[in-house]
């Protein structure tokens, strides 16, 4: 299965500031899914990265607030912009596997303060 | 639209009994389905899927589901719980029609295991 190398794992941000999260894949991937987690909550789908197109944004997350950017086959980036106490998450990269498994990546702890 | 429910929020078990964490999901084709647990600070750890074949699917760490077409079920199973075993778990599903589309998960299912 794919593996996933996601930076940061962790960050606390002031308000008002921006953070860029990166997933590098060590295969060729035609998606990438990139999800919030709430704390104490489940995974929520942000949007769907496909290279070389702009990213499918999901009901209630627009790209002006995350900005995704899809460089090639194995790399994305997630940017949560001006950020506010409730951005404050987990957020999480995901590619789809062959037999039609799923791979995450570690994780990006933000915590705006 | 698919969909996943996870009842339970929590689910307490004393160590060495047999577990069951609960999953049911709705599709319009047929499912793909996943467990996936997480621990404290950790990411999302694969245990296991269904995709065809056999309804009992065996997985990581021991556990093991069966896939129940008609109660559109996918419980989460283990004959021996350990203290180990303590962390967030977390239903998926897809369907097998919708191509490279992510997974939609249920709301996690919180399992504690007391010695």
């Known amino acids: 299965s794919a593996v996933i190398s996601q930076k940061p794992s962790r960050d606390i941000c002031q308000r008002g500031t921006s953070l860029t999260i990166q997933c590098q894949v060590d295969s060729q991937v035609t998606m990438m899914f990139w999800y919030r987690q709430q704390p104490g909550q489940s995974l929520t789908l942000i949007a769907t990265a496909n290279q070389g197109s702009e990213a499918t944004y999901e009901s209630g997350f627009v790209i002006d607030k995350f900005p995704i950017s899809r460089p090639n086959l194995t790399f994305s980036t997630l940017t949560v912009s001006n950020m506010s106490p409730e951005d404050s998450s987990i957020y999480l990269c995901?590619?789809?596997?062959?037999?039609?498994?799923?791979?995450f990546g570690s994780g990006t702890r933000l915590t705006v303060v | 639209a698919q969909s996943v429910a996870q009842p339970e929020d929590q689910v307490n078990v004393a160590e060495g009994n047999p577990l069951t964490v609960k999953c049911t999901y709705s599709v319009s084709g047929n499912p793909y389905l996943f467990w996936y647990v997480q621990y404290p600070n950790r990411g999302l750890q694969f245990l296991l899927k269904?995709?065809?074949?056999?309804?009992l699917v065996k997985g990581s760490y021991g556990f093991e589901a069966e896939f129940n077409k008609s109660q559109t079920s996918f419980h989460l199973k283990k004959p021996s719980a350990l203290v180990s075993d303590s962390a967030l778990y977390f239903c998926?599903?897809?369907?097998?029609?919708?191509?490279?589309?992510?997974?939609?998960f249920g709301k996690g299912t919180r399992l504690s295991v007391i010695a």
């Open positions: 998926a599903v897809r369907d097998s029609s919708s191509g490279n589309t992510p997974l939609v």
């Open positions: 269904y995709i065809t074949g056999d309804n």
């Open positions: 995901s590619v789809r596997d062959s037999l039609n498994g799923y791979t």
